[in-house]
C-alpha cells in the first residue's frame, strides 16, 4: 500500500500506544499471579475464574472474532455484497449459544472436579481413559498450532500493508508482543488484553460504518450505486448465485453451532465467577459479535459504492484498510486498525495458553510427574508458553507445506474432535469412553476427506457431514460397548 510518511507516522503513534498497552497488562496479570497464594495452575490457565459479565463477553467475542472477520469476510461482501452480509449474520448467537449450552453445565461440574482445563473436565467425564485423553491433547495441540502460525501469518502481512515494514519485522514485532504478554501473564492477561482488544474492535467498527455510509450520501444512494455497478449486489444470493440455501445453513452449523467444539470457546465458559456474571455475558456478547458481524461486512459491501476498484497489486482483503486511511482522521485510522490486529491477538493469544496448558497440566502432570513440586510447574509453565511461542515464531517466518496443509483443516479439525466430545459428555449420560474415540477418530479423518474430494457435499459445506458421522460413530459404539462407572454418573449428574 502506498502511504505518504506523514500518514505512517500519524498511524504508527496509535499502534505503538496499543502495543504498550497490552503488554502493560501482561505485566499487571503477573503481578496479580504472584500475589495469588497457592493455586499457580488455576490462576495462570483459567484466571482462578473469578471475572463478571463484561469480560467473560469481550474475551469470548474477541477469542471468536479473527482476522478473516476484519480482512477475507469484509473483503469477500465487497466482492458478492449483501448476501455475504446475511451469510455472516448467521454469526448473531454465537456467544449466546456458547454461554448457554455449555456455562451453567461447565461452571457446576468444573468447581466439582477441580478442573483448570477442558481436558480435565473431558478426562473425568470418560473414566480417567488415558486414550480420550491423549488424542484429544494432541488434537489441540496440532491444529491449535497449526492455526496459530497461520494467525501469526496473517497478522505480520497485516503489519506490513499497513505500515510498510518488512515481513519479517512485522512478524517480530507482532509475534514478539504477543509472546511477552501470554508467556508473563497468562489467561489473566489473555482475557484483560481480549476485552481492551473487543472494545477496540466495537468502537472501530461503529465509527466506520458511519463514516462509509455518510461518504456514500446515505444508505439509499449507497444501494443505489450498489445497483448499478451489479443489481446482484443487493440480492440475498450474491453474484452469480455464490451463495445457495444450503451452503448459509451449513455455514451457520461450522460457526455458530459448530464453535461448540472449539477448546478455546468452551473454555470461556469456565472463566466467570457466577450465574449473574454469565447472564450478562450471554447479552453482552451476542450485541458485539451482531454490532462486529453486521458493521464490518456491511462496510465492506457499502466500500463498492465510494471504492469501485481495489489498487493494482492489493487484493479485496485490504478494503477495510483502504476505505479507513481513506475516510478517517489519521490517528482515527491509526487507532482502528490497530483492530483488526487486535482481532489476530485476541484469537492467537487464547490459542497459545490453551497449548501451553494441555502441554504441561493435561499431559506433563497427568502422566509424566504427577509429584512434581509448585516451583516446578510454574517454571515450566512459563517455559512452555515462551517455547511454544518461539516455535511458532520460526515455523511463520516461512511456514512447510505440512504446516500449510494442516491450516487448511485446523479449525472444521477441531469441531470434529471435540464437539461431540463435549456436548454428549456433558447431556447424555450412556456416552463413554470408547464412543468418544471412536467419534474423533471418525470425525477428524471424515472431515479431511470430504473436505479434499467432494468440498460442497450436496451444496453445503462438509462440516455437516461430518458431524453427523461423528454422531453416529459415538452413538453406535457407546451403545454396543459398557456404559461408563457409576461413579462418574454421579459426579456429573448428581446435586
Known sequence: MNISKDILIQIWVPLIIYLFLVLYIGFYSNRITKQKEGGFLSEYFLGNRNFGGFVVAMTLVATYTSASSFLGGPGTAYNQGLGWVLLAMTQLPAAYVTLGILGKRFAIISRKVKAVTLIDVIRERYDNNPAVVWLSSLGAVIFLIVAVVAQFVGGA???????????????????????????????????LTDAVQGTVMFFGTIILLLMVFSKGGGVYNVMQTLYKINPELITPFGVKKFISVPWISSFWVLVCIGILGLPQNALRAMAYKNSKAMHYAMIIGTVVVGVLMLGLHLVGAASKAILPEIPKGLSSDTVIPLVAIKLLPRWVAGILLAAPLAAIMSTVDSQMILISSTIVKDLYLNYINPKATQKQIVNLSILSTALIGLIILLLSIKPPALIIWINLYAFGGLEATFFWLIILGLYWKRANAEGAIASMITGVASFIIISKYWPRPFGMHPIVITLFLGFVAFYTVSLLTKPPKENTIKKFWSV
Open 157 to 191: 502481512k497485516l503489519f506490513q500493508t499497513i505500515t510498510g515494514l518488512p515481513y519479517i519485522w512485522g512478524l517480530i514485532l507482532f509475534g514478539g508482543v504477543v509472546l511477552v504478554y501470554v508467556t508473563y501473564g497468562g489467561f489473566r492477561a489473555v482475557v
